[in-house]
């Protein structure tokens, strides 16, 4: 096998997602994009684009393909699983009011974005539709794992739950993967100019969102990072998608499953960490600090782990 080719290829996989993000951190440090344009953007991904696109490409899905429970259970179990650990963890090394933070930053990858981008540069409309799938589901389970630990180590949070959970109910993410699964299902043809259309507003997500995340981050957080933030880190982006790759072997996965649960396993931590650890009044810093690392240091471990795979055999 040509180990050069192989290289080449898996750049060409997670190259183009973390140069949207470093173009992201260029545009805000010569003052193109700011704050409130960040702001903006990312609620527009969040509430219209990106439901959009997640709609879409479900709707031309092939469900016999793309639906695949068994795959979809696996994924949201050890996601599960991987938080149990990620909490025991905590409980071991870290200071009682950061437990919380760190099991969060430990589990929570960024799927709804840089898991889908990873996703459709991989194995384009079928890694966006069953993607997109996986997506939906694991969001609903990030949600509601982040707003139970948040909960149980921060008092502000106990009274807010059930609001947390209403918000997760009515995630447009999660409505439009189950709006669009009626609509494939069923074969629902929708006009072609709205399918056009919908092309055109949904295509803005991935580089959009992107470009957002890259807005976000900071070199300083990296310099001044705590020990938890490193291991919570080592947890998201090492020892989860390892530890989850090993096992779905073990259940006879392999090609493009695998691949998927890799790239979804291995994505860095989730922008929302930050916001619902701040809105708790956790610790946000120790939250900011694992997103950082985790965009930062994914460029490597996405790569490398895309690369062993595929001189193994194994996607």
């Not at 050069?4 to 193109?32: C, D, E, H, N, Y």
């Not at 399918?195 to 957080?221: E, H, N, R």
């Not at 396993?265 to 809105?279: I, R």
Request: hydrophobic residues 60%; contains cysteine.
């Amino acid at each position: 096998m040509d180990l050069l080719a192989v290289f080449s290829q898996t750049l060409q996989v997670t190259l183009p997602v973390f140069a949207m993000v470093f173009l992201g951190i260029l545009f805000k440090r010569i003052g193109w994009i700011d704050a409130h344009f960040i702001s903006t953007a990312s609620a527009l991904v969040f509430r219209a684009t990106m439901p959009t696109l997640i709609f879409l490409s479900i709707v031309r899905a092939d469900l016999d393909v793309a639906l695949q429970p068994g795959l979809i259970v696996y994924f949201l179990g050890f996601s599960v699983l991987s938080f149990f650990l990620a909490w025991g963890w905590a409980i071991w090394r870290c200071p009682f009011a950061d437990r919380g933070v760190f099991a969060q930053g430990a589990f929570r990858g960024n799927c709804g974005i840089v898991g889908l981008a990873l996703a459709a540069s991989q194995y384009g409309d079928y890694g966006l539709s069953l993607g997109s799938i996986l997506a939906g589901g694991i969001i609903i389970v990030y949600n509601v794992l982040a707003a139970i630990i948040l909960a149980y180590y921060s008092a502000n949070a106990r009274s807010g739950l059930g609001s947390i959970l209403k918000h997760v109910a009515r995630n447009p993410l999660i409505l439009s993967v189950l709006l669009a699964i009626p609509f494939a299902y069923f074969q629902v043809p929708l006009p072609v100019w709205l399918m056009t259309s919908g092309d055109y507003f949904g295509a803005m997500s991935l580089p959009l969102a992107l470009v957002c995340i890259g807005g976000t981050l900071s070199f300083s957080s990296v310099k001044q990072s705590s020990g938890p933030a490193l291991d919570a880190s080592l947890w998201k982006i090492v020892w989860v998608p390892l530890l989850g790759v090993l096992g779905a072997y073990a259940l006879g996965y392999r090609g493009r499953e695998l691949g998927m649960l890799f790239l979804f396993l291995g994505t860095p931590g989730a922008a929302a960490s930050f916001v619902m650890a701040k809105a708790v009044n956790a610790n946000a810093k120790l939250a900011a600090n694992i997103i950082v690392i985790t965009t930062f240091a994914s460029l490597f471990t996405l790569s490398a782990g895309v690369f062993i795979l595929t001189i193994a055999g194994w996607i």
